[in-house]
């Protein structure tokens, strides 16, 4: 059953001073979103995604409104390797001396396509930026985040990555690993260390991953990336020690 925040959450303006949050998928859509929200409430947010123009943007507004000095790191998660996380991971190791989350946001939509004419290349490619690269990456900044009192990861899922929907293909199949993956390393972390990982499945949001899913749709009928956002931040932030090993639902 999906998990929500307290009813009325409202997050204090300074919940996340003094946390490093990374965000992947920062320059557009849920992810951009979330980094402006995480700086505006005190964090030094680590911006990672793949156009740097956008980063630059993200990082321009934060800056104009004198939150805390953020990070870019460009990479293209289709592209990762173990030592492209070394360089991350030693990279934040030298400017923070602990990192109080993730937040894994960035993802492909991939083909709408039965799973019978699925191409081979585009469903690894979906693998590789939804799955894969979350998996790089949290294993090599484990170090960092149980450096940090109380840490947290978040995972992004989606409704079809927990009740399976033809035509979602690799996508629904990525997200149902999320959640598997969410679901064991909570497991393993939950006794022998205070990092707690949960997974967040956003709803449909007007984003142009939304857009491109469903094409017919008006746009404006869904909520926008910025009113999901106490649950970004419940999540992030100390108001949400102890749980850990939740599927949460922000609407
Ligand atoms: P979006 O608007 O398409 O934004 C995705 C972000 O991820 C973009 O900043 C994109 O960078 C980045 N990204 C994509 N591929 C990347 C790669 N290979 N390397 C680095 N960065 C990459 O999507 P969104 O709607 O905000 O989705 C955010 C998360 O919510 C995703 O995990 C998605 O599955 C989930 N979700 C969304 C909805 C919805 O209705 N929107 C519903 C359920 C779940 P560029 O801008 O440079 O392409």
Redesign the pocket.
Known sequence: MAAYIPDNYQPTSNLLKGKSILV??????????AALSYASHGATVIL????LA?LETVYDEIEAARHPQPAIFE??????TPSQCTDLAGALATEFIQLDGVL??????GERQYIADAGYWQWM?VM???VN?QFLLTQHLLPLLQAAPSASIIL??????RTGKARWGA?AVS?FATEGFMQVLASELRERSAIRVNSL??????????R??YPDEKATD?PS?HSLMPTYLYLMGDDSLGVTGQAFDAQ
């Open positions: 992947t998928g920062a320059g557009d859509g849920i992810g951009r979103s990672l995604g793949r156009t956008k990479s293209n998660l289709a592209d990762l894994h946001n960035a993802s492909i939509l490619e590789q930026v939804n690269a992004t899922s989606s409704g079809v990555g996508y997200k499945n956003p709803g449909a949001t007007n984003t142009a991953m939304r491109a899913a869904n990336p």
